[in-house]
């Protein structure tokens, strides 16, 4: 069965700085790929997600994210983190022509000023 | 504000009891999905409807049961509570299923079983 791991549960980092939120999949062929994100107290909204092409995705909020097939890996990167971005970030996969997402465990972005 | 409603926004009940969740998913979505969020289980698909029929399930326990109706409004039905269903559940609809759809995810219901 495919899974999802985001290895890091939470994240800290300075405004203004770059960052990179890794997320690796299980699955033996090429999932959907989403990037979610959660606000607190909000539902989740979508990022951007992969479906074929070009390995390099990009999303609202000056997000994008990478596919590497050799290393089943989805990373979320953003140049320059702004307060706003605070928040719980989902990966998750689905298998084409299957019917469920599966979501990583969440990665939790903290930002300093 | 995704367009996705949940109803009611906050439920506190008590072990044992029965609770039903509501959404109404966004205008001309054909597929809703329920979602439970807790902090020892993080996000767990629970269902999933296609225009009137079941067409996924993941880790829905047997207490659980779901419908939705002809105007595409879903219905979660949660019994014989315990105090570890206390969660947040998400509701989310897309316009089609099975190829990558975007997922449209409500605000959540908050239950609390006491």
């Known amino acids: 069965a495919q899974s999802v791991t985001q290895p890091d549960i939470h994240i800290t980092v300075s405004e203004g700085a770059s960052l990179e939120l890794r997320c690796n999949y299980s699955y033996g062929a090429t999932p959907y790929l989403f990037w979610y994100v959660q606000s607190p107290g909000q539902g989740l909204q979508l990022l951007l997600k992969y479906f074929s092409g070009d390995t390099l995705v990009q999303g609202i909020k000056g997000f994008e994210a990478e596919f590497k097939r050799s290393q089943s890996s989805f990373n979320l990167r953003k140049p320059s983190v702004h307060w706003s971005d605070a928040a719980e970030y989902f990966c998750a996969v689905e298998v084409p022509g299957g019917f469920k997402t599966i979501f990583g465990a969440g990665t939790r972005l903290f930002v300093k000023a | ?114």
């Open chain 2, 1 to 114: 504000d995704s367009g996705v409603t949940q109803t009611p926004k906050h439920l506190i009940t008590a072990t044992g009891q029965r609770v039903t969740l509501r959404c109404s998913p966004r205008s001309g979505d054909l597929s809703v999905y329920w979602y439970q969020q807790s902090l020892d289980q993080g996000l767990q698909f629970l269902i999933q409807y296609y225009n009137g029929e079941e067409r996924a399930k993941g880790n829905i326990l047997e207490r659980f049961s779901a419908q939705q109706f002809p105007d595409l409004h879903s219905e979660l039905n949660l019994s014989s509570l315990e105090l570890g269903d206390s969660a947040l559940y998400f509701c989310a609809s897309s316009e089609r299923t099975g190829n990558g759809e975007t997922q449209y995810f409500g605000p959540g219901t908050r239950l609390l079983v006491l």
